[in-house]
């Protein structure tokens, strides 16, 4: 079964600390890897995508993301976080039925204590 | 651009009601999305559409919920009659080719 998943519900780190947001998947065939931010009463923001190429894949705000085929892990990174990167992250995955829908993961929130 | 724009922003109607969400695409963009976000589901995708046509609806809960594109720049997503389960955050979101870009969604509270 083709799937995304988020195993953490929330990560609390420390302003200036590095900070991790987990995401694994499981899709048949070369997966396209996003991730999105949410922050309160705003829709989802992009952030990243892999699609091919390069396994480390940098995006807005300082994110960054690598991918492991190997874990099948695209896990969100930035090496100093900010008091503003709190918010909510999904991780998605498209090729679920075809190439054009989008499956998300069930979001991870991120705190970022000063 | 505006990015993609949905109306109303907040809905609160009795149940029954029927309701009528709206959005307006980012010009250009081939394929639109309708999501509902709620605490116990998360982001749900219920239907999305390319150059106007419904592709894939077998997320739309049940037969109460509708949604048509008549054209290019205008989608709408209807729920007849309404219930308090339907409350949630509905997004439209629409596309190019791989990311989505999202609207500010529509909160829907049905009483």
């Known amino acids: 079964a083709q799937s995304v998943a988020q195993p953490e519900d929330q990560v609390n780190v420390a302003e200036g600390n590095p900070l991790t947001v987990k995401c694994t998947y499981s899709?048949?065939?070369?997966?396209?890897l996003f991730w999105y931010v949410q922050y309160p009463n705003r829709g989802l923001q992009f952030l990243l995508k892999?699609?091919?190429?390069?396994?480390l894949v940098k995006g807005s705000y300082g994110f960054e993301a690598e991918f492991n085929k190997s874990q099948t892990s695209f896990h969100l990174k930035k090496p100093s976080a900010l008091v503003s990167d709190s918010a909510l992250y999904f991780c998605?995955?498209?090729?679920?039925?075809?190439?054009?829908?989008?499956?998300f993961g069930a979001g991870t929130r991120l705190t970022v204590k000063p | 651009d505006a990015g993609v724009i949905q109306s109303p922003r907040h809905e609160v109607t009795e149940m029954g009601q029927e309701v009528t969400l709206r959005c307006k695409p980012i010009?250009?963009?081939?394929?639109l999305f309708w999501y509902r976000q709620t605490m116990m589901r998360g982001l749900e995708l219920l239907i999305y559409?390319?150059?106007?046509?419904?592709?894939?609806d077998s997320g739309m809960p049940e037969d109460r919920f509708s949604a048509k594109m008549p054209n290019a720049s205008f989608s709408t997503l209807k729920i007849q009659p309404s219930e308090p389960r339907d409350s949630a955050v509905y997004f439209c979101?629409?596309?190019?080719?791989?990311?989505?870009?999202f609207g500010p969604g529509t909160r829907l509270t049905v009483l």
């Open positions: 979101a629409s596309s190019r080719s791989n990311e989505q870009f």
């Open positions: 899709v048949s065939g070369n997966p396209y």
């Open positions: 892999y699609i091919t190429g390069d396994n």
């Open positions: 998605a995955v498209r090729g679920f039925k075809n190439n054009n829908d989008m499956r």
């Open positions: 010009s250009g963009h081939d394929y």
């Open positions: 559409f390319n150059n106007n046509v419904p592709i894939d």
